[in-house]
């Protein structure tokens, strides 16, 4: 049994880490690359001055396309209209979809608006749905109608039965207290949900012009994405990032892929909701680099025709993505040769290294480890 004296030493430690770990984010030294005090909005104001003539979003299957100042507009009118529909500074938003141009544009308004970014899986069944809208209060959910083999809106119908005659305006269901607005990527109606054009059309240009003045009130230090582990040792838990956090991540994982010293065009077939995506996305934001969505959901024919056509000088994607690409080149011998490939999120053996080098003329292969785990 411990003596009192050590007791009360155990427990002076234990308050010290506990106030330690409450008020100190990052500890500061002299350094050549000082960290950035600035948000994503902020970030992404910086880079459509910089490359105004530049894509930042190609979307291939959706047949669209943005430059960096493009992108800024229409997420600037669609954070408008979240704040017309009655957001508010620190509302916990739900996206909910694949990789859709609507996701990108919808994640960047509410980083401009100081609104949380929860990242939903789209393969999430109800009652998963039901668990990470209730685990962090979720007050607005956007997702699709329809999306491939999958109905966002039969699910959506099974947790509030009464959206198809609901006031859209001010949802109330007793399952889902938090929940008050939906948003459908889509040209189907339902009365209890807007859609996305609806937000996008509702503000006018004062105030979309607004938006561009708030940013001085989103705090760097306050959060901007939520994204949930995958829950293989129990439910998932919501693990939260700042835009402090983001940014200076972004920032030296661009300076490791050496994003700064030329343009690069990424072949994104990494999902939006994943932190992957998240990072590396973000870190072309710091050189200009332009996204390339081949497909709405993974396709390797389809990543392998983008890399081809629009000369794609990144790839990202897991290991077994690189296993489908190689396969897929193995039999068509497209004329590419990336500069990079970064592969993450599973464990990528030696020889898949040298099968990407060797079949996918990649110059230089990354491996990282992007999990989010329990």
Not at 31 to 49: M, V
Not at 251 to 278: D, S, T
Not at 285 to 296: E, L, R
Not at 332 to 341: G, K, V
Request: aromatic residues 8%.
């Amino acid at each position: 049994m411990l003596a009192p004296s050590s007791i009360r030493l155990l427990e002076s430690c234990k308050n010290i880490c506990y106030r330690w770990r409450s008020t100190v984010a990052h500890l500061k030294y002299k350094t050549d690359l000082p960290l950035q005090s600035k948000t994503i909005g902020q970030l992404l104001e910086e880079c459509a001055e910089k490359f105004s003539d530049r894509a930042a979003i190609i979307a291939r299957e959706q047949r669209r396309q943005l430059t960096f100042p493009e992108l800024l507009d229409e997420a600037d009118r669609f954070a408008a209209g979240l704040r017309a529909i009655g957001l508010n500074y620190g509302d916990k938003v739900g996206i909910w979809a694949p990789n859709l141009i609507e996701w990108l544009i919808a994640n960047v308004a509410c980083t401009r608006t100081g609104l949380p970014v929860v990242a939903l899986n789209p393969a999430l069944q109800s009652r998963e749905v039901e668990y990470c809208i209730n685990k962090i209060n979720v007050k607005c959910i956007i997702c699709p109608a329809e999306s491939k083999h999958y109905s966002f809106k039969s699910v959506l119908n099974q947790l509030l039965p009464d959206l198809e005659h609901a006031d859209k305006w001010k949802l109330e269901c007793s399952s889902l207290p938090s929940l008050e607005k939906v948003i459908l990527i889509s040209e189907d109606s339902l009365r209890g949900a807007f859609t996305y054009n609806d937000v996008m059309n509702m503000p006018d240009a004062q105030s979309v012009k607004s938006i561009r003045d708030y940013q001085k009130k989103v705090d760097i230090h306050s959060v901007m994405n939520i994204q949930f582990t995958s829950g293989t040792t129990g439910f998932p838990k919501a693990i939260p990032r700042t835009h402090f956090q983001t940014v200076n991540n972004s920032y030296f994982v661009g300076k490791r892929m050496m994003l700064n010293e030329k343009h690069h065009i990424f072949c994104w077939q990494v999902p939006n909701f994943h932190a992957f995506g998240l990072i590396v996305g973000t870190a072309g934001w710091h050189n200009g680099s332009t996204i390339v969505y081949p497909s709405i959901h993974y396709s390797p024919e389809k990543s392998l025709e983008s890399i081809n056509k629009e000369r794609c000088t990144t790839l990202l994607g897991t290991p077994t993505m690189y296993v489908d690409l190689i396969r897929e080149q193995s039999t068509r011998n497209e004329d590419i040769s990336p500069d990079f490939a970064l592969t993450g999120g599973a464990i990528a053996s030696p020889q898949l290294v040298k099968d990407m080098q060797s079949v996918l003329n990649v110059k230089t292969v990354q491996v990282s480890d992007f999990n989010l785990k329990d």
